[in-house]
């Protein structure tokens, strides 16, 4: 936990091909550098903007970094090992790299708007060489799906699309001036001393205002030097700090077992010199593995032949399959041993709880670990199977680094499995699947816009559990000490699954304290379930959050709002989409839309007119 909540120093790299470390100009969270400001974000740093550079900038892997392994996500994305993003304590090393970004700056004295350079910046701070005041980094950038990024065109966007002849600080010497009447674009005017009419920049973030202006550079700053790409998608302006400048894409996944357990800890320590010792018992004796105080010498042979047939028999385990091992793990009992364990789940063994609830199953998750880590990014659009081939690549092609940033976090939490043989005949009726029909569409219609094939339906399980997930989340932040913000959902939905995971998984002070498991080790969790059920049967914008036909992000979510289910991002694995309320206690017109109508609903009258 404390190594998560270290700040990484943020070093500014003095030339944009260059990898000297330079001066330190700030710092951030170790979990920052994969949520808000992993590769190719920009982060402001006093009155100055920065963009993170690509990995193959970052310092190389030393000896007192931590590395990080879950067995799992290293053969989903195909590399040796995680790396916990650097945050040295000493002056001589590197942390992490950065360059100034946007490259075009203004002076707030003379009001000239030309690159850094030919202000003749060098290191931080920036200032005019005229005026000597603080320079102010562009308010605007332009982006594409594509991932790129550059600078705002002013030029162009003066000249009405007209190129520059000789270099714009010879010829063109631009201004930009901000009225100071209001903070509308159309206070802020450009000019040239070419003599050309001066404009403002209203319009200017129009999806299409750069049509016919502006072509993408597709330029890869964070990379360096490497080659601009050619790209045709139409850039976007964007003001610098807005969020969809950058939308991280992470990969996380749950240590199960056998990895979790202690033992195979202890052959991870010495796999390179496991891997391939032709007498296995001698190399364990020359470690002194053989009179280990935990685990015997067969419990480790058995460890290490384990890890054997798994490189053997290599696969590149998809997201589908990480959810099904997870969710398998989760319907079964693993007990606490001793040593070190990163999974323990034990069921609640009151059945009356899943008799009055619907539920299945009800598990403890007394002690889970989670690892997240940077796969990649991308711009205008959060990441989604939609978009998945515009994935911005964290480093250039010539370099592999073998390894991805990650974090790893500790926590607890309780998995509610629903009855599948209820579930499935809930799902089956005609009004529950008419109901869901609108999001499935709007769905398919998301894929269409990038000419794609949907990569799942959306079904009425789908969306019911996740509704339920973000009800109990509600109902438990306020119950369990917890904010809404550091609970997370993790859903397992498919032709097979039918439950989901609420746990804490957070680098910061409200780490595992036992709130989530005493939910249900307090005898109360048919009391909150039904609560929750009850908060979500109503909303202060009814009627007209329950009657919406569609709402939300493209569409995808009916009756769901802030003021009902939504929660923070951060929180839901769907970005907030997929949600109906509907689905859960139905409507006054159609109560059996709910899955809990029939006789959940009296029940959970019954309940509330007793307190």
Known sequence: MESARRRCRVDHLPGQGSAVKGKPIGGVRRAQLITTYGVGSLIAVGSESFMVAGLDRWPELGPFDQIIHERRL??????????LPPASESAKYGDIPVVRFPEIQSCPGCNRLAKAKFFGVGRSPARCKECDRELV????????AAGHIDDFPYFRWLHKGGKATGG???????????????????????????GVRPVTMEGALRKAALRGISDCTGRRPWLGDVPAEDCEELPRAMQRGASGVWFSDVRS????????????????RHWKSLKKAPDLRDRLEELELDR?????????????????????GYTNDSEETLKFDEYQALTRTTPEQPGPQDFVCVPWPD???????????VMRVKRLREVRVLKGFTRLAAPSSANIDQRAPLYSAAYEPGWLPAIQVIGEGVFLRLDPDRVAEWESRPE?????????????????RSGLVPDREITPRLVMIHTLAHSIINEWSLDSGYPAASLRERLYVSDKMSGFLVYTATSDSAGSLGGI???????????????????????SADPLCMEAQTGGTDNLNRAACHSCVLLPETSCEEFNTLLDRALLMGTSEVPTLGFFSSGDARAAEGHFAKR
């Open 351 to 361: 059945k009356a709880i899943t008799t009055q609830l619907a539920l299945d199953r």
């Open 517 to 539: 498991v005493a939910q249900v080790e307090s005898g109360q969790l048919a009391a909150s379930v039904r609560s929750a059920l009850e908060r979500a049967s109503w909303c």
């Open 74 to 83: 290293e053969k989903e994305l195909k590399v040796e090992c995680f790396r």
């Open 432 to 448: 529950v699947q008419t109901r869901v029909t609108p999001i499935d569409h709007a769905y398919r219609e998301r894929f269409a």
């Open 253 to 268: 996944a749950l240590s199960i077992p056998p990895w979790s357990e202690g033992v195979q800890k202890l052959v991870e």
């Open 292 to 312: 280990h105080r935990l685990y015997s010498l067969e419990e480790i042979i058995q460890a290490v032949e384990r890890r054997r047939q798994d490189d053997a």
């Open 137 to 144: 980094p562009s308010r605007f950038v332009v982006c594409c």
């Open 168 to 194: 714009d600080s010879q010829r063109h010497d631009l201004r930009l001036k901000a009225t100071g009447r209001s903070a509308s674009l159309g206070d802020i005017e450009i000019s040239c001393s070419c």
